[in-house]
């Protein structure tokens, strides 16, 4: 089934973050992804599996063009209403990060250095955009005919560690089906070991970030009676050894909790995702950090978070899925 639309996305160059945005462009819908270094948009490419053709025609007639073997239109432009700003990725045990100020590792998938060009051209076509352009006209959603191009990513760079300026960093957006947060900083450090910085860091991506989104969003989401999806942290973890990322986590969950109850007048749905130990490679590093082993084959894939999600967006209108909590069966 395909399904029309416009969906907001952090954390979109993770690895659970990637398998979303192809999700949901196999899906039909179209991805708004929140990238704070379009540098790392190397992570994206893997959606070039799905397509090899050279040219498309992407949603509204406008014609994309694919460099190289890139999905035809994966990325439609840039916009850069507020100026270079973060882009942190997916969970799994803990959540895909970001680099802060305090040197917190970048594990999104892709590159940063000289070849981050050739990352991006890999994906298509990018055209910088211009802060007045006219958005709600442009973020339309159409239907994709059978055997046509999925619809494509819009690159919106705003910095999540610096949740105050989102405001302008955003372009005005008419309407939105759906917001799915799937941004966090994840580090490993015990109370003793973790400085204001990371505690301000850590806060600022994995909730305040949120919080600011959905108060710049609501309006537009309640035009659709759409859908939000909080990605959290795995069943029952534990805080020992990462407290500002536990807490931040905890913190999120009251934050859809409140959502939840404050905006059903208005028809929107919100739903918290718990997925266990996911198979990406910050997962890997945080079991190295806490000295504890990494097996992919014993963890969840991101397709299966992914699937997840488009469950939580999918759901028929008179079903309200709060909260979805999966481990791996390994």
Request: aromatic share 6%; charged share 20%.
């Given at each position: 089934m395909t399904h029309d639309g416009t969906v907001l996305l952090t954390g979109a160059t993770g690895g659970i973050g990637s398998a979303i945005a192809r999700a949901l462009?196999?899906?039909?819908?179209?991805?708004?992804?929140?990238?704070?270094?379009?540098?790392?948009?190397?992570?994206?490419?893997?959606?070039?599996?799905?397509?090899?053709?050279?040219d498309?025609?992407?949603p509204g007639g406008r014609a994309h063009k694919a460099i190289g073997s890139g999905l035809p239109g994966a990325v439609d432009e840039i916009a850069r209403?507020?100026?270079?700003?973060?882009?942190?990725?997916?969970?799994?045990e803990p959540t895909e990060q970001g680099t802060s100020s305090v040197g917190l590792t970048e594990q999104a998938a892709g590159s940063s250095g000289p070849g981050a060009v050739d990352d991006i051209a890999r994906l298509g076509e990018?055209?910088?955009?211009?802060?007045?352009?006219?958005?709600?006209?442009?973020m339309t959603p159409a239907t994709p005919s059978a055997g046509a191009t999925p619809t494509g990513v819009t690159i919106v760079v705003a910095d999540l560690a610096r949740p105050e300026t989102l405001a302008t960093a955003l372009p005005d957006i008419g309407e939105l089906d759906a917001f799915v947060h799937c941004a966090g900083i994840?580090?490993?450090?015990?109370?003793?070991?973790?400085?204001?910085?990371?505690?301000?860091?850590?806060?600022?991506?994995?909730v305040v970030s949120a919080a600011e989104l959905l108060r710049l969003l609501l309006p537009a989401l309640r035009r659709r009676r759409g859908r939000v999806v909080?990605?959290?942290?795995?069943?029952?973890?534990?805080?020992?050894?990462?407290?500002?990322?536990?807490?931040?986590?905890?913190?999120?969950?009251?934050?859809?909790?409140?959502?939840?109850?404050?905006?059903?007048?208005?028809?929107?749905?919100?739903?918290?995702?718990?997925?266990?130990?996911?198979?990406?490679?910050l997962l890997r590093k945080?079991?190295?950090d806490f000295g504890s082993p990494y097996d992919p084959d014993q963890c969840l894939r991101p397709s299966t978070v992914a699937a997840l999600v488009l469950t939580a967006l999918t759901t028929s209108p008179d079903a309200h899925l709060t909260e979805l909590s999966v481990g791996s069966a390994g």
């Open positions: 462009l196999d899906a039909g819908y179209r991805v708004l992804a929140v990238v704070r270094d379009p540098s790392h948009l190397g992570a994206l490419g893997s959606l070039d599996e799905r397509c090899g053709a050279d498309a025609t992407g209403p507020g100026g270079p700003t973060e882009e942190a990725a997916g969970p799994g990018i055209t910088p955009m211009a802060a007045n352009l006219p958005w709600p006209g442009m994840a580090e490993v450090a015990a109370t003793a070991d973790s400085p204001v910085e990371l505690w301000r860091d850590t806060f600022n991506v994995n909080l990605i959290n942290a795995a069943p029952g973890l534990s805080p020992r050894g990462w407290p500002a990322y536990a807490a931040s986590k905890a913190a999120l969950r009251e934050l859809g909790d409140a959502v939840r109850a404050e905006e059903d007048p208005h028809g929107i749905r919100v739903t918290t995702i718990y997925p266990g130990g996911t198979a990406t490679e945080v079991r190295a």
